[in-house]
């Protein structure tokens, strides 16, 4: 069958790749959607994939502006895009829990070359993993492995003609997405949060008016959407009611005042912040571990499969569609990594740790470039290999000898590069096949994937900097919750002072969930995250419910709604970074409204009836054209 396929671009054809406007182009969106992801990540623990809204802008560039047609430089443009959206991911899983010991006086705050380097090493070793598993999982496999994003990243690139109408979309919901945010924390002109106090029942029902969650709503569907808002719905109907109404004049640990006091001096997000974080820390813990167990079969056999595999893949040829990076390179390129990161002093990683990178990283960037091709980017279990790797790694750093605040920088430098690692090594493998679709040439894809890391590598540490100074990580602003958990379950293993019962009854909720036959995972997130991000999560779930009943499902990643939605995201995280420099230099305040406009619930209400309207319209794109 792979020798049947014929590609867009036959192999014997050679048309504009790399050149320099789609390196420039793709540098570009790789900074932008990778701010844009870092910020969307540390707010709701989940990240969107930028390769179509990417090839979207990338063709209205390429083909409607400079009238060039050149399918395979607008793939390079989201080929260099989108390793920043999956640089982000992995850092933002982890990193900011070294900020979180900081701001708690256990260690210093992270450098800039820190953040940098650790985030380049992961991002370099997941795209030097994957080049010789191209062959393999690519090649061979086509018509096994569907690759999900990586080929309707191909059918958008291939369906050329509309490129411009579906760019307009990503545009349009950029502009509106910016001007929200600009609108509520900018200008502080509308409060963020629509609050409605429930006194009998001890606990408050919130939503915030921000596009960007309502995006991801629509985005995840109906399904994820409410999962996450059941998960809500138990942290804040079911367990804060219940520690309010028991709780009384008991002071319970890790709080230190009663719990009567707590709930009346911060009313339920006091009790939130208090117990339901740790509870949902031990839920979203315990899920990942279990989606990792249940893939435990297909990761061996799949990892099995890839290494008897990588036998072929260094077969010579002097096909244009079928060149890799010199093997040569790779393996000494990977040997150079691995040293950099045990020698690099801003590497706080021992030779242990350097050891462990190396059996750890290939292992899950080799089932992560697998798995992607089977369940899409959406389902590959990063955060449970995370998790994971950060409890082996601490405890065979314990066991070293090497505790403290050091042995806690190793573990969360080791989690990071291999969650870096194993994000990149997916990201990298959806890109080469839509690549192989339409003919592009690997070497120059796997070169492309090097600029846009080291691009993206460069710009996160100061994002992550920004974001920190500006709202600070752990707070309502900036959640966190992956690395706030990281660093719960690091702590657990060195110094044992958690509140372990908070945490095992999270981790039996989300057992209990399993055993009802659903995906605990995004309950737990949503258990995890406050009630007023979930709830207007659960907001744009329902427009896509709606939508796709009324007027049909989108096929892929490539409609309108998801598109404007991808917009909007991407609008909204960069006025977010903006703002942030704002704080930082001491704009902000200049800007701030609230003391001239009025602002209150009504305003916030009629505010997210507007942006769920226009997520609403983009979604009957089709039919508001007919």
């Not at 804040?236 to 640990?253: H, N, R, S």
């Not at 393996?331 to 242990?352: D, E, K, N, Q």
Request: aromatic share 8%; hydrophobic share 55%.
């Amino acid at each position: 069958m792979n020798q049947e396929f014929k590609p867009y671009v036959p192999a014997d054809k050679v048309t504009p790749e790399m050149t320099p406007t789609s390196i420039i182009m793709g540098l570009l969106l790789a900074v932008i959607f990778g701010a844009a992801n870092a910020y969307l990540g540390l707010r709701v623990g989940m990240t969107v994939s930028a390769s179509i809204p990417a090839a979207v802008i990338s063709m209205a560039v390429i083909r409607v502006i400079l009238k060039k047609d050149s399918i395979l430089e607008s793939n390079m443009v989201q080929t260099i895009g989108s390793a920043g959206e999956s640089l982000a991911a992995g850092a933002i899983f982890t990193m900011p829990a070294l900020f979180l010991w900081a701001k708690e006086g256990v260690m210093e705050t992270p450098s800039l070359v820190t953040i940098t380097v650790i985030a380049l090493f992961g991002g370099l070793l997941g795209v030097f993993f994957m080049v010789p598993l191209r062959s393999a999982l690519i090649v061979q496999e086509h018509g096994v492995l569907p690759y999900p994003e990586g080929t309707a990243c191909a059918e958008v690139l291939l369906a050329g003609e509309e490129g411009g109408s579906s760019a307009k979309s990503v545009f349009i919901g950029m502009g509106i997405g910016a001007v929200v945010k600009l609108l509520v924390d900018g200008f502080c002109a509308i409060q963020g949060v629509v609050t409605i106090k429930l006194d009998a029942l001890k606990t408050e029902l919130s939503a915030e008016v921000y596009p960007a969650l309502v995006s991801v709503g629509y985005i995840c569907g109906p399904r994820i959407s409410a999962y996450m808002f059941a998960g809500g719905v138990i942290g804040w109907f079911v367990l804060i009611p219940a520690i309010v109404t028991f709780g009384g004049d008991i002071v319970m640990y890790p709080a230190s005042v009663s719990v009567a006091e707590l709930y009346a001096t911060g009313g339920a997000s006091a009790i939130w912040a208090s117990y339901i974080k740790y509870i949902g820390a031990g839920a979203v813990a315990s899920a990942g571990i279990i989606s990792l167990i249940k893939t435990l079969p297909l990761i061996v056999k799949t990892f099995m499969d890839s290494i008897k595999s990588i036998k072929n893949a260094g077969t010579t040829t002097n096909e244009r569609t079928a060149l890799d990076m010199d093997i040569r390179f790779v393996l000494g390129a990977i040997v150079v990594l691995i040293l950099a990161i045990w020698l690099v002093p801003a590497v706080p990683v021992s030779l242990l740790g350097a050891i462990i990178i190396v059996v750890f990283g290939f292992f899950f960037s080799a089932v992560s470039s697998r798995m992607v091709g089977l369940v899409g980017s959406s389902n590959n279990p990063v955060s449970g290999m995370t998790i994971a790797t950060i409890l082996i790694a601490t405890i065979c750093l314990k066991v070293a000898g090497d505790t403290g605040a050091h042995g806690m920088q190793g573990a969360i430098a080791i989690g990071s590069i291999i969650c870096i690692a194993a994000c990149m090594a997916g990201d990298t493998s959806q890109d080469l096949k839509t690549g192989y679709i339409l003919g592009a040439t690997p070497k120059k894809q796997q070169y492309g994937e090097i600029m846009g890391t080291i691009a993206a590598a460069l710009a996160i540490g100061g994002v992550m900097i920004l974001l920190n100074s500006a709202y600070g990580f752990g707070t309502d602003a900036l959640a966190a919750p992956q690395a706030t958990m990281m660093k719960m379950i690091i702590e657990g293993v060195m110094n044992g002072n958690l509140p372990w019962a908070l945490i095992f009854i999270g981790a039996f909720i989300s057992i209990a969930i399993e055993i009802l036959g659903i995906g605990a995972l995004p309950v737990a997130i949503g258990l995890y995250l406050p009630l007023e991000l979930s709830a207007t999560i659960m907001l744009g779930g329902l427009v896509r419910l709606f939508a796709d009943k009324k007027y049909g499902a989108e096929k892929d990643e490539s409609g309108k709604g998801i598109l404007f939605c991808s917009g909007l995201i991407a609008g909204e995280g960069i006025v977010g970074v903006l703002l942030a420099i704002f704080a930082v230099v001491g704009l902000l305040d200049k800007m701030n409204l609230s003391s001239v406009i009025p602002s209150g619930n009504v305003q916030a209400f009629i505010l997210l009836a507007l942006v769920v309207a226009a997520v609403w319209y983009a979604a009957n794109g089709k039919k508001n054209e007919k």
